[in-house]
Each structure stands twice: as structure tokens, then as C-alpha cells.
């Protein structure tokens, strides 16, 4: 059968983009602006490097601060042998590890109860939990401070200005998303899971340690770098609560004392302050997917 | 022909009431064992959390010396300063300002992230979340650096443009501009991970459903992605709004509430009041002032919590 | 190995009645299948029998011992889930071994046991593998080992096969039958697909809105429905429902399946329904199996008439034909070479040996 072809219907003329041309444009926008905010984000922290590489000398003659002419490893070499720099980065390492810890015995088996076992005024519990979450520190600061005044001069425990007042009061930040952040990981463990070793005869504990906790592992990961980033990270309770240079944690070290007067030695400050970074930054370079995970918790599961 | 028996009784009753005991036992200790799991987290929350607020409402009460009694004394000496107004307006407009372009930033920087094929995503991801993983005491120190009023490296890079030295830190305006900047800085990536995480469970069908339908990316992004994320959006909003605007650490660090208080918000205005200037109670009624805006924000999240909770 | 007694036993959440007082008697080694609709009742019961789910009211015992408030750890049960909740962290021979360790078994004797269970289901080159490394099918052989391993007086399934895909389920129901042949535990198996119940059970124990509608053999509830439900659950195709009514006629009885086919019943099913009322609305119930095309010579009780057929299904061995007959669909089986047609007519023979009669208002089969 010959075809015939309606010469009288109008022509239009259909433009059509090409579909990979479009792909490939946007692809180069994005890796465009890709670039300009990851330059936007990575600035500070390699300014940090650049100029921690200084001597003084070097800084106060203004030369271009974006290169380092002379590099040198003084800063370092000050940092690293001064006492006192170290007295800070080990109260800090101790205070972390200590209120890690704590959060994750406090967190796991409050999570656990709040999770699987349904008991009265659990609902009421888990919400209240992450309500308290939205009382920030900066509420906290003052009446904390003067009840731990007072419960010093009461006991004749002294409270304030020790490192160890520390392991109280983090945990208060600490506690609550840990919490929230297991609770999603084990609800996400189904239910026929539990059964099942009910029927395999385990205790409520014996499934928390040999069932809910191995499978949660990714979410115990989370919750402990979350937990030991932020406990690092911390700098207006320590300001608050400490005041001798033996007792500081690093971040309110590093502002206090190598901010002498008004001359502030931006060479070592930078180094201090790069030093201070590191462990976080290390442990979100080995394990940045249960970094990203831990906060994302909310998003997914919540 | 059909067999329902009916078996005479021959059951023990005798082992059963000692069974019906233990198993009210066993409840009885399920709930126990529970509540003891919890009872840690109760007694932190209840010491530590709910304990102080109510006595910061009990300090703010209180006079200088914490003797005496004077009602809403230390209330009433604020609203007649003008500096406490100036730091209601200011913390306002810093968290506002702040979450608005934290959150604009955050999605679309997602939103390039999305595009680009996945397995340089991780690479990417990783180098835009660095800000966050930095202490904010520490990155506030390098940007206080940049900001130097006599070495600033952003001065010196624009003065080769012929513009002028900016006084990032010295005068008001700049100085409230620093501040959003830095936090802004520091807080986009949040959003980034979460907005990134949220767009990856929106089904690509919808998108290419859309496509056929004809909608352009602009028409694309208002009509699925937007609603789908909606929850999300809500949610890492009124957080960050909540944690913004009872920041401390950026402010302390690049003005300390300067120059002439002009950068000052809440909780650093409290530190100052409460702490270097030996007034607790008049730190405390400062701080108490975030509550009533926090309660607020609560209430937003808790409803839409319970709404997601229904939808889904 | 023990027997199993339900007596009286109801299940209630708040207002709902999800088991309304059943009973039932399960001997020791029988294999019993509780089939049924969603929402009839029969996993509520079958947790009930676990010890996951409180009893309202009630007894169940196992092995004579009443069992209402005794942990699930202690009935000595065993059970293997529809999602085999396998324990992902651990290998298939920690999962079958789970139960026996935290009861500190030797380790000899666990390991004897785990070759043994390992060897019937045929999974011994698993052993090692975690749940994910697995496919369906051997993650539930696992899940059936991790029972068997632990010999106890009775296997509980919850629709194990139901993840599965078809070939695949037909296998697996082979499996499960040997491994009773060979174990002899008293099981209780819980479907809703009426094929497995049917294949599997000794007993069958259809269950409706949490009640039992008729309890029996395979056979005997395929060839002696007791109620429409189960008369229609039963079978594949569903048996045919018409309307119709009993009529004597020139000495013998009709019944009428429309205003004009008319068909003398046979005496052994005239002697049987003698005593119904005529002209009552009555449920004529006839299997598919029982609806063929018209033979050459036609046996007694066989009745042939004319019918246009709306739909044929070639099955390859058979055809299912759909046809009409006043209003309601019809469903029949006849050989692939009959010359059934969409739209086309056919001479149908109908089997009233088979015939079952229902009263329409009480779904009882007379």
C-alpha cells in the first residue's frame, strides 16, 4: 500500500534540544558552582594551614598573606612541646572519651526500653527527650553554674573550675540526640527479630547485647562520633566552668593564653587552632559515611 | 463428620494459679527492667535540664547580691535599657537572616550535589561538610583572622580590585554582617547533608512523570520536590532557627558583642551581664528572654511532627 | 512431642474481637493447618499458641500442661516466621544454634544437632554464610532448621511460604512435608492459601472472623463442605453458587437452576434432600470439575443443556469456560479439545451426583 503524505496540513518546525547537550550544560554549571562553594568552604580551613606554616616575622611584614614564603614549623614545634598546650589537648581527649562513654550507657539502654518495650508513658518519655533537645545551653549556663556554687559550698565538694564538672554537664548535650538517633536505628530492627529470640529464650538484656546492639552497630558508630564531636567541640561551658590554665579543654585554651593583651601571635594561634580541629576532622576522614549518617538519623528515620 | 471435640475435664488446674502469679511477675519486671533502662536519662534530664531552668526563673527573681526578693525588679531595669532592645532586634534578625540563607544555600548547593553522577558525590559532599566538622571555636578564630583589622587577607586580595579595606569587625553594620557570614558558613553544610539526604527519596519517577508532562526544572523543583520535602524543610528550619538564635560561640569569638554592642545577642549579652559582670540574676532574666521564642518554636515542631507522624 | 489443646479460647483488642472462642484438639504428630481470609484470626491464634500474644480469655495447654501464662521460652515451641527474621549479624550455623547456646548447651552437642538438621534440609555447604549472602529459599530452610534444631514439642509456622516466589513455593512445600515425615513434631501451620492447607495438613481447620468454620481432612472438607464459606474457600477454581429451587415433578425431584433448565436429581441426592421445602430459595453449589462438555453417552445423574460461552481460559491439560445463566457467572472445566470459543456455544453436561445444596440465609450446607 502506497502511503500518502497530506501536502495541504501545515508544517511546523519542532526544535528539539538535544537531550545529552542539555545533560552535559547542566553538568558543567553545577560542577561550576560546585566549585566556587567548595572554595567558599574550604578557604578558612586552609588559611588555618597557610598561616600556621608562618613565623611572626613573616606575618607582621604583610607580604601576600595567601603564600607562605618562608614555610616553617615553628608554630608547631612550640605547640607541641609546651606543657601547657598539651595539658589542654589531654583534658580534652580525657573529657571526650570520659562523656562518650557515659552517653552511650546512659543513651543505648534508655533507647532500647523506649523503642521495643512499650511501657506506660513511653511515647510521653521519647517526645519529652527530644523536646529537651530545644533548651539550648545558653538557658542553662547561669542557674548551672550557681547551683554547682552552691552545691560546693554546701559539700565542700568543689565543682567549679574542675575538669571533671565537664562529664556532668555534657552529657545533657549529648544525651538526648544520641538517644533520639538509636531509638530510629533499632525501631528500624523488625519486630519478628525480637520474636524470634523470645522464642530462642533470650532475656530483654540478652537481646539488647547479642541481637539489637551488633545489628545497630552503624548506629552505635554514629551516635559515639556525634557524641565525641560535639563534647570537643564545646566551648561555652568550659569557659563558664573552668578558669585555671591547668584545667581548660582545648578551645578555651587556645583563645585565653595565646591571646596575651593585645598581641595576639596569629602564627601559633592558627596552629593551635588547626591542632584543635584535627581529631574531629580525622575521624570524619576515616569515617565521614556514619558522620553523615548519625546526622541524617533525624531525617530518614525520624 | 465435622470434628469439633469437646474434651472432658481432665485439665490440671493445680500448676496453673502458681503460673498466672509468676506471669503478673514477669510484667511486673518487664516494666521494672524498662523503666530502669531509663531511669539514667530521667534523672539527667529532670537534674540537669528541667531542674535549672526553672531555677534560672527563680534567679531572675532575685537581686544582685542574691538576698533579696525582687519580683520583676531585674525585668523591669532591662525594658529600660536600650541596649537590651538593641540585642532583642539583633538576635532576631541574626537567626532569621542566618536560617533563611543557611537553608536557601543549603538546597541548593543539594540540589548540584544531586546532579552530578553519583560517584563523585561522595567527594564533593565531603569537601562542602568540612565547616561543620571544624569546632565552631576553631573556624571562628581563622575568620577572625581573615577579618584583622590591620592584616585581613580579604583586604588585602580586594584591595588589588581598588576597593577599599573593609572594617569586617570595627563598624556595626560590617560587623553584623561578619557575623551572619560566619554562621551562615558554618551552618549551610546542615543543611546541605539533610536537604541532599531528603531529595535522594524523592522517586525519580515523579521527576520523569513531570518531565513527560512537560514542566521545566524551575516548574519541576515547586511542584515535587518542595512538597516532598516539605517535612524536612520544616523540621531542619525551626532547628536551626532554635540553635542560631541561642549561638554563643561565633559571636563571643569575632566581636564579643562589639563594636558597642552592636553584635551583641542573648546569650552572649548574658555571658557578659551574668558571668564577667557578677550579676547572675540579671544574666539569668536576660537568657530567660530566648524562652518564650523557644516554647514557640517547640510548639511549630511538635505539631508537625505529629502531623508527618499521621501522614505517614 | 506433645498434643495441643485450644478450649474456649478469645482473643480481644479493646473493642474487637479478634478470636472468638475457639476450640480445637491437635493430637501429638499431626500436621494441622490453619487456613483462612486475612483478618480470620488464625496468626492471632497461632501467637496466642506461641506465648507472644496474652490469651483474654481461655485455656491452651501443650503436652496437658495449661500454658496461658508461661513465657514463650519455656513452652518448649519453636517457630519459623513469613520473614524468616534470621539474625542478620550472625552466620546460618549461629542462628540455628542461637536458642541451644543461651541455654548453654555442650558444644558437641550443638554441633551434632546443626549437622544433623543441616544434612535433612540440605544446607550444609551454608553454614558459614551470613542471612544476606542467601536466597529466599535457603534463608527459609535455615529458619526451619533453626526449629528443628531445637526439638521441641511442636513447630509453629506463620506463613512461611508466602515471601516465596511460585516454583518456588511448590518446592518448598515438598521440603516441609518431608522434613514432618522424617521429625514427626506435632505442627501447626498457618496459611491463607487454600493450596498449601490442602497439600500439607492431616487436619485442616478453616477459620473465618475469628471463629472455626469446619474442621477436617483435606478430602473431607473438599467433597463435604459444612458451609458456604468453606464450600467456596476450598477448591480452585471456587465451586459455583446459583440460585435455584426444588420442585417435584412428574414423581421425581427438580431442581431449577433457571426459570427454564429444570433437571431431575439423582436418587442418592433426591433421597437426601426429600425433606426441603419446595419452592424455597435455595444455593445450588457445583465445582467447576463437575460442569464438562456433553459426552456422547451420558451417564446417570448427568445433565446436558446449551450454553454461549462469554470467556475461555486455555490451561494447556484444560480450558475453563465462563458462561451465564441468569445473571450469575459460571465457571467449568472441559478438555482442550471440546471447541470452546469466546462468544461461541457449547453443550455443557453438568454432574448432579456431586451437587451440594446451601440454605441462601444461614450458609449451611444441607
Known sequence: MASTVDKSAPTRTVKYGSMSRDRTWALRWSYFFLTLFAIFSLVPPLYMVITSLKSSAEISSATNPWWVFHPTLANYAELLTSNQFLRFFWNSALVSIFVVTITMLISVPAAFALARMRFWGSATLATGVFLTYLIPDTLLFLPLFKMFAAFGDLTGIQLINRWYVLLIVYPTLTVPFCTWIMIGYFASIPKELDEAAIIDGASWFQTLTRIFIPVALPGLIAATIFAFTVSWAQFLYPLVFTTSTDQLVLPVGIITTLIKGDVFNWGQIMTGALLGAAPPLIIYAFLMDYYIAGLTAGATKG | ?312 | MADVTLRKVVKRYDDVEAVRGIDLDIADHEFVVLVGPSGCGKSTTLRMIAGLEDITDGDIMIGGDVVNDVPPKDRDIAMVFQNYALYPHMTVAENMSFGLRLKRYPKAEIKTRIDEAARMLDIVELVDRKPKQLSGGQRQRVAMGRAIVRNPKVFLFDEPLSNLDAKLRVQMRIEIKKVHHKVRTTTVYVTHDQVEAMTLADRVVVMNHGRIEQIGTPNELYHNPATRFVAGFIGSPAMNFLPCRLEDIAGRLHVWLTDRIAFPLPPSRATRYQNVGRNEKLLLGLRPEHITEAKAHPEPGIEAFDAVLDVTEPMGMETLIYFSLEGTQICGRVSPNAGALDGGALRLAVDLNNVHLLNEVTGAVI
Not at chain 2, 38 to 51: A, D, E, H, K, N
Not at chain 2, 100 to 128: D, E, S, T, Y
Not at chain 2, 198 to 217: F, R
Open chain 2, 1 to 312: 463428620m465435622v470434628d469439633v471435640a469437646t474434651q472432658p475435664n481432665s485439665i490440671p488446674h493445680i500448676g496453673a494459679a502458681r503460673k498466672r502469679i509468676s506471669l503478673r511477675a514477669a510484667l511486673k519486671r518487664k516494666s521494672a527492667v524498662a523503666f530502669l533502662m531509663t531511669l539514667p536519662l530521667i534523672v539527667l534530664i529532670l537534674l540537669l535540664v528541667i531542674y535549672p531552668a526553672f531555677y534560672s526563673l527563680h534567679l531572675a527573681t532575685l537581686n544582685k547580691s542574691m538576698q533579696r526578693f525582687i519580683g520583676l525588679g531585674n525585668f523591669q531595669f532591662l525594658f529600660k535599657r536600650e541596649t537590651f532592645w538593641l540585642v532583642v532586634e539583633q538576635s532576631c534578625i541574626f537567626a532569621i537572616t542566618a536560617v533563611v540563607f543557611k537553608a536557601l544555600i543549603g538546597f541548593i548547593v543539594a540540589h548540584f550535589v544531586h546532579n552530578i553522577p553519583a560517584k563523585g558525590q561522595r567527594k564533593w559532599r565531603g569537601m562542602l561538610l568540612v565547616p561543620w566538622v571544624i569546632p565552631p571555636a576553631m573556624s571562628t578564630l581563622a575568620w577572625l583572622w581573615l577579618f584583622d583589622p590591620s592584616y585581613s587577607a580579604f583586604n588585602y586580595t580586594l584591595s588589588t580590585f581598588g576597593i577599599g579595606p573593609i572594617p569586617w569587625t570595627g563598624d556595626a553594620y560590617w560587623a553584623r554582617f561578619s557575623v551572619i557570614l560566619v554562621n551562615v558558613w558554618f551552618g549551610a553544610p546542615f543543611f546541605m547533608i539533610m536537604y541532599l539526604a531528603s531529595l535522594k527519596s524523592v522517586p525519580d519517577q515523579l521527576y520523569e512523570a513531570a518531565a513527560i508532562d512537560g514542566a521545566n526544572w524551575w516548574q519541576r523543583i515547586w511542584y515535587v520536590t518542595l512538597p516532598m520535602m516539605r517535612n524536612i524543610i520544616a523540621i531542619t528550619t525551626l532547628f536551626s532557627l532554635i540553635v542560631t538564635f541561642a549561638n554563643f560561640d561565633i559571636v563571643r569569638i569575632l566581636t564579643a558583642g562589639g563594636p558597642l554592642d552592636h553584635t551583641h545577642i542573648f546569650a552572649t549579652w548574658a555571658f557578659r551581664i551574668g558571668i564577667e559582670g557578677g550579676d547572675i540574676p540579671l544574666g539569668a532574666s536576660v537568657s530567660l528572654f530566648m524562652f518564650p521564642i523557644l516554647a514557640v518554636a517547640a510548639i511549630f515542631i511538635l505539631r508537625d511532627i505529629n502531623k508527618r507522624g499521621n501522614e505517614a
